[in-house]
């Protein structure tokens, strides 16, 4: 399996988010994961939310605390460069939070904060 961050949109955000992002690319729905293609870049993409039963109680506690309802949505990516770009298309405006599977859940805004301080900017370490 590849790599993969979940972002955590709130709810009244989900719609234009999924929007987004079957926009972006061209978008083919398929089993387990959707598949993405922009440009070079592919990803899968996981809408069913059931990713939720990978999150501890108190995970879920503070992810409601920051956002409210929220959905989640699963990313499947082959490198940094290509999520990045992705990121840097889809989460403008929006709010909700990155989970990186490595330990942090990041502000939508901070991503792409941290993106424009750092273009290299990487959250596996």
Same mark, same amino acid.
Do not use: H
């Given at each position: 399996?590849?790599?993969?961050?979940?972002? =955590?949109?709130?709810?009244? &955000?989900? !719609?234009?988010?999924?929007?987004?992002?079957?926009?972006?690319?061209?978008?083919?729905?398929?089993?387990?994961?959707?598949?993405?293609?922009?440009?070079?870049?592919?990803?899968?993409?996981?809408?069913?939310?059931?990713?939720?039963?990978?999150?501890?109680?108190?995970?879920? @506690?503070?992810? @409601?605390?920051?956002? +409210?309802?929220?959905?989640?949505?699963? /990313?499947?990516?082959?490198?940094?460069?290509?999520?990045?770009?992705?990121?840097? @298309?889809?989460?403008? !405006? /929006?709010?909700? =939070?990155?989970?990186?599977?490595?330990?942090? /859940?990041? !502000?939508?805004?901070?991503?792409?904060?941290?993106?424009?301080? &750092?273009?290299?900017?990487?959250?596996? +370490?």
């Amino acid at each position: 399996m590849r790599p993969t961050i979940v972002l =955590l949109s709130v709810k009244d &955000g989900t !719609g234009e988010l999924v929007s987004r992002c079957r926009d972006v690319g061209t978008y083919e729905p398929m089993p387990p994961f959707d598949r993405l293609t922009v440009g070079e870049c592919w990803y899968g993409v996981d809408l069913s939310g059931r990713v939720i039963e990978d999150y501890e109680q108190d995970e879920l @506690a503070e992810i @409601a605390e920051r956002l +409210g309802e929220f959905d989640l949505i699963t /990313l499947e990516y082959s490198g940094v460069p290509c999520i990045r770009t992705l990121l840097q @298309a889809l989460l403008p !405006g /929006l709010t909700g =939070l990155l989970d990186t599977n490595f330990g942090e /859940l990041i !502000g939508f805004d901070e991503v792409l904060s941290r993106f424009a301080a &750092g273009p290299d900017w990487d959250w596996r +370490g």
